[in-house]
């Protein structure tokens, strides 16, 4: 089968960061997995960082990389499934990325596609969706009912306009999200927030200047110790902040959230399928909630740029946009 894949960790200007592959087509041997006919793959900032990161030493065999996925089941070892259903996940960062024309994953982990959506717009959902709705409903486990106020730090990445949209249509949060350009701004103005501030420029007073003096929760997607210490001077007592970016070993001070005795919390994506974890299924459930909201047309793709055909020249340029941090919504491959 056609793949993507690196044998040593490069920058990506180098043409040999990522490059095209033939491998044997896997198969199934686990009572859990799918094999999947990928159709569709949505690039996110964590291929990048394991790319960099991975193989220091160049290996022999190669390393796939790809975590947001549209297919269609080939075969299926779990009832619940069968050859021919459409399906998006996001996988597992212990296995092999779904860079690839085969890929086996957890049915665990798996939902089925809404089917109103195309394989391109389906595989901008799966992993910003799941860190969003584990971030709001599980790690800050926002009320539904109660105005309250949310802050989202980076408004315009994949997670935060999926967040947005979530936090707008299945609560009555304000949303506050941050966006430094035009093009930004109007993004996130269109996933529905309700204000939209500068992260750079001073974001206590612009979060002041709308009015509040605190807020209830703050989502920090961007590295938490560049806004430390507006989290710090914006979270309401006993607030709660969730992270979702790696900090450097000891560049983290939570000093700052001290006095107000608010929670800091962690959110990863992978955690459930990393550590196999008793309600591994629950991200199934997530993602059949996200394709149901998307059938009713409640939650809309956040596709913001389709290239194709997936090979190695097209992951390049994507990656490329990503470590920039220049990315708005999401980036689709589609086709071998
Ligand atoms: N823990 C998890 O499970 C998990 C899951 C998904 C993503 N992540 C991480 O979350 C981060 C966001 O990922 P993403 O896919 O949503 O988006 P992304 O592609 O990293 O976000 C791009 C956006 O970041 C904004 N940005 C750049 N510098 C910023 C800063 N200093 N402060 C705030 N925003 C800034 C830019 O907005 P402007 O152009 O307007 O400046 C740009 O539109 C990444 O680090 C990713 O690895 C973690």
């Not at 860190?131 to 709001?136: G, I, N, V």
């Not at 408004?155 to 093009?183: C, D, F, N």
Request: charged share 20%; proline share 4%.
């Amino acid at each position: 089968m056609k793949a993507v894949g690196l044998y040593k960790s490069l920058a990506i200007t180098d043409a040999a960061s990522l490059i095209n592959l033939e491998l044997p087509k896997p198969e199934l041997n686990s009572e859990n997995d799918l094999l999947v006919k990928v159709e569709a793959i949505a690039v996110n900032p964590v291929d990048y960082k394991v790319r960099l990161s991975i193989l220091p030493e160049a290996s022999a065999t190669p390393k796939l990389l790809g975590w947001d996925v549209s297919g269609i089941v080939i075969a299926s070892a779990n009832p619940s499934f069968k050859a021919g259903d459409k399906v998006f996940y996001a996988g597992d960062i212990t296995r092999p990325g779904a860079n690839s024309e085969y890929h086996l994953v957890d049915s665990r982990i798996v939902g089925h596609m809404p089917d109103n959506l195309s394989f391109v717009q389906a595989a901008s959902l799966p992993l910003t969706s799941l860190t969003a709705w584990e971030s709001l409903f599980e790690r800050l486990q926002v009320e539904k009912d109660k105005e309250k106020t949310l802050l989202i730090i980076n408004g315009a990445g994949g997670v935060g306009s999926i967040t947005t949209q979530l936090a707008k249509h299945l609560t009555k949060l304000k949303v506050i999200v941050t966006a430094s350009r035009p093009e930004s701004i109007e993004w996130c103005r269109k996933q529905g927030a309700d204000y939209i501030i500068n992260h750079r420029e001073d974001i206590v007073s612009q979060v002041r200047n709308l009015g509040y003096e605190f807020v209830d929760y703050i989502l920090v997607y961007s590295n938490i110790s560049d806004h430390i210490k507006a989290c710090g001077e914006l979270i309401v007592p006993f607030g709660k902040i969730c992270s979702i970016v790696e900090t450097k070993t000891g560049e983290l001070d939570i000093t700052p959230l001290k006095t107000k005795s608010a929670a800091l919390l962690q959110e990863f994506m992978f955690t459930r399928a990393m550590y196999k974890t008793s309600d591994m299924i629950e991200q199934q459930n997530i993602l059949n909630n996200i394709s149901k909201l998307v059938q009713k047309q409640i939650i809309t793709p956040t596709v913001n740029e389709i290239l194709t055909p997936i090979n190695a020249e097209n992951l390049r340029q994507a990656h490329e946009v990503l470590e920039k941090g220049q990315s708005i919504g999401k980036i689709v491959l589609t086709g071998f």
